[in-house]
């Protein structure tokens, strides 16, 4: 089951950020820093009441001095040309609207509705979308009963809250939580659920096309359930595949760096809606922050990842130029060296073969399970070669391991106190894991657990 996306739509210096911030320490270490990448506060994850989703913070639509009245004067905005204010609108909440199931405009219960406001509830009245108001800095009773003014663009139930200080924000998150009940339900569908993501311009529709095109055994269109794509369903080797889609973004004009950015959120569904992500990487740009930013949230979902390097005929080359490019993407996504890189040309076709069969490898790995009596032999060996950590001047002591679950590979140890586990022992304890088999692409959640039989995620 995938988790729903909450995304904060709003103007500059409405408090989204905090706000943001708010939502997601409603639980204690939920957005963990990956080793080996760094990535801005774009996304996180939230839990109210027993349900878990993304919330995504689009950044701030502002209204250029000069231009407040004829901003004002705007009444379709999908209609009128894209310049300025009203391109940056267009970019950051078209993309929110698609991709996200629950929308919540921010405003300021101080400042009261301004221009820019009024032409953002423009677009949000066109959407078929839950549509919350979080009136922001409502922080006394009279900016709390202002902040109802808000009613008056036509958007959506207001909350009159506080970011900073966490009044309101419980009743917001229960109307959040409310309007994914309206969420239709996708449909199950047999095999392997596969999501080719990557930047804008990486060659995700060539690639779509090419693996279409290359098996023309095509069981279905399955419409997308809260968007206009769809995602295509092929047969390789007598086995269902679905390829998430994720086409459709491309760059225009100076609003690259926005499309970019908001692009982020169609790859955040895909992940959440699929079981292997295939990352595309140009090959004649090369990897970028954004990459990274993609592959971390798939390890932190545990889905299966592999790395895919297109347009691979672009590139000049010699004997040495694969080597050289695999060692660089190797330091650029050090942080999940287990996962396949291929290289491959969507235009040309050139082993476009193989990412059906590396998807299909990669899967596979989630279902394998490891012995338990091989298990507890690799511990004993580990502990072994390293001895356990010290906290405190209490020494951690392993009793047993065993593999708990698969989808992903679940290992729980059992141990005198959870507490002691550093990060730094539990990877290589990983390392330990994947000693014995590699599970190629395929994150491990490692689960230690005192014998009481409390959990440490």
Not at 286 to 299: F, P, R, S, V, W
Not at 411 to 424: Q, T
């Amino acid at each position: 089951m995938r988790k729903p996306i909450v995304a904060l739509i709003g103007r500059p210096n409405v408090g989204k950020s905090t706000l943001f911030n708010r939502l997601v320490e409603q639980r204690k270490a939920i957005v963990e820093d990956v080793p080996g990448t760094t990535r801005d506060r774009l996304y996180g994850d939230c839990e109210w009441s027993g349900v878990s989703f993304l919330v995504v913070d689009t950044g701030g639509v502002e209204l250029p001095s000069g231009r407040r009245e004829e901003q004002r004067s705007v009444q379709t905005p999908l209609a009128v040309s894209s310049k300025g204010f009203l391109r940056e609108i267009r970019v950051q909440v078209t993309e929110a609207l698609a991709e996200a199931d629950v929308i919540v405009f921010v405003t300021d219960a101080k400042s009261g509705i301004t221009p820019a406001d009024e032409t953002i509830a423009e677009w949000l009245r066109q959407s078929q979308k839950p549509l919350l108001v979080a009136a922001n800095k409502a922080d006394n009773e009279e900016r709390r009963l202002t902040a109802f003014e808000f009613y008056n663009l036509g958007v959506g139930e207001v909350f009159a809250v506080s970011a900073l200080h966490g009044i309101g924000t419980g009743d917001l998150l229960d109307a959040i939580v409310a309007g994914f009940e309206q969420i239709p339900a996708e449909p199950e569908e047999p095999g392997l659920r596969l999501a080719l993501v990557g930047r804008p311009n990486v060659g995700k529709s060539s690639l779509l096309n090419a693996l279409l095109g290359r098996d023309r055994a095509i069981v279905s269109v399955i419409p997308g359930t809260t968007r206009d794509a769809v995602d295509s369903q092929v047969k390789w080797h007598g086995e269902s595949v679905t390829l998430v889609d994720t086409a459709g973004i491309r760059r225009r004009g100076h609003i690259d760096r926005g499309v970019e950015r908001y692009s982020v959120l169609r790859a955040l569904r895909a992940i959440e809606r699929s079981d292997v992500v295939a990352l595309l990487v140009d090959a004649e740009e090369g990897n970028t922050e954004q990459d990274a930013h993609i592959a971390g949230y798939a390890l932190e979902s545990s889905r299966s990842i592999f790395i895919v390097v297109n347009k691979w005929d672009l590139v000049e080359k010699d004997s040495y130029t694969m080597d050289v490019y695999r060692q660089r993407l190797r330091e650029a996504f050090r942080f999940i060296d287990y996962v396949p890189l291929i290289f491959i040309s969507a235009l040309t076709k050139q082993r476009v073969g193989q990412v059906l069969e590396i998807a299909h490898q990669v899967y596979s790995e989630r279902f394998f399970r490891i012995p338990t009596s091989a298990l507890n032999h690799m511990l004993e060996q580990a502990v072994a070669r390293h001895p356990q950590p010290v906290r405190a001047g209490k020494q951690l002591r392993f009793y047993y391991v065993t593999q708990a679950d698969v989808d992903p590979p679940t290992f729980v140890f059992f141990v005198n106190n959870r507490e002691i586990v550093h990060f730094s022992y539990k990877r290589y304890l990983e390392n330990s894991i994947r000693a014995l088999h590699p599970f190629h692409g395929t994150p491990l959640r490692l689960v230690f657990r005192n014998r009481s039989g409390d959990d440490l995620s």
